[in-house]
């Protein structure tokens, strides 16, 4: 985005970028990216990102409490468990790059590991926020749908395994529900700044277009001051052509009238050049005249009575600006 974008976003949120998610950020404030390709995180997204670890170490723990719990769990299924678990909640940190990736790794994790629960609704919430509801379909209903089996294998200890199902089932459905709610309240502001820009170029388009209407009737009355003066400075000079031998008097009246006429007119021409260009930031584009004209000009002059000397040295003219 550019200066029309960086004028739809509030000025209390140009001040607190870091309140906002990288990927916001990236669409509000276009900057250059660092050559990983990678937005930047903003502290937000640091401070997200240590929370989302923190709870997957969190109910890791806790389910790693309740392991020595279950009677036909060997040692070796708990260690292995909870080294699973570990890496699960080391690999909450890759979330944003590889959430489709992340959340399907969890899958296979999720049926062998009760210490990685954290990490893999870390991993559903991160898949609903940051990719498509299809994804979310496919990806979320498969880890629903393996939950029975998990609790077929290893039932929960003092729970029924229809409780335990139902507790999973609306654990996981929430988490989801939430990351698709904060997608599409993002979705909801970047549609709001879209709005808010075509809003604001239409609006000034609409002002262009009045602008240049208004500077055309102008020129159109003034076009027409200008021809009524025209047509009377050719109406005296017919006269002065058609009675030489008027008297003296006579000549010097029409010559005066001829040269104030000349005088307005060459002013009105000025004013409307000057509405006609109103609107142009410079003279680029303007026809601009080159030394292959100044032959002419002399002409010109020296036929109005004007004595002038030329003395021309340049090789090609019209390559003069």
Not at 251 to 261: W, Y
Request: glycine share 6%.
């Amino acid at each position: 985005m550019n200066s029309d974008t960086q004028a739809t976003v509030p000025p209390a949120f140009t001040k607190r970028r870091w309140v906002l998610p990288a990927a916001l950020v990236e669409d509000l404030y276009p900057q250059p990216r660092r050559p990983g390709g990678r937005p930047r995180r903003t502290a937000r997204d640091w401070a997200v990102d240590f929370a989302c670890f923190l709870l997957a170490v969190g109910i890791g723990l806790m389910s790693a409490d309740v392991l020595d719990q279950e009677p036909h769990l060997s040692p070796a299924m708990a260690l292995a468990d909870q080294v699973m678990g570990v890496l699960a909640c080391a690999a909450v940190w890759l979330r944003r790059r590889w959430p489709v990736g992340l959340a399907v790794a969890m899958l296979p994790v999720s049926l062998v590991s009760a210490t990685a629960g954290g990490a893999v609704l870390v991993s559903l919430f991160t898949l609903a926020v940051h990719r498509p509801f299809r994804y979310v379909a496919w990806i979320g209903g498969a880890s629903l749908a393996v939950a029975p089996l998990y609790y077929w294998m290893r039932p929960e200890p003092g729970l029924p395994f229809l409780a335990s199902l139902v507790i999973d089932l609306l654990l996981g459905v929430t988490v989801l529900g939430w990351g698709l709610l904060v997608r599409s309240k993002r979705q909801l502001l970047l549609s709001l700044r879209d709005r808010a820009r075509h809003a604001e170029a239409e609006a000034r388009l609409r002002a262009e277009q009045a602008q240049r209407l208004a500077r055309e009737a102008i020129a159109r009355e003034m076009h027409d001051v200008l021809a009524h003066r025209l047509t009377l400075l050719s109406v005296h000079a017919g006269a002065l052509e058609f009675r030489p031998d008027a008297p003296r008097e006579e000549v010097a009246r029409a010559a005066g009238v001829i040269r104030e006429s000349a005088h307005e007119a060459l002013q009105d021409l000025r004013e409307i050049i000057g509405v006609l260009r109103a609107a142009e930031p410079d003279d680029a584009g303007r026809p601009q005249p080159t030394l292959a004209a100044l032959d002419a000009l002399v002409a010109e002059s020296r036929e109005a009575g004007m004595k002038v000397t030329l003395a021309g040295r340049v090789p090609d003219p019209g390559a003069v600006p």
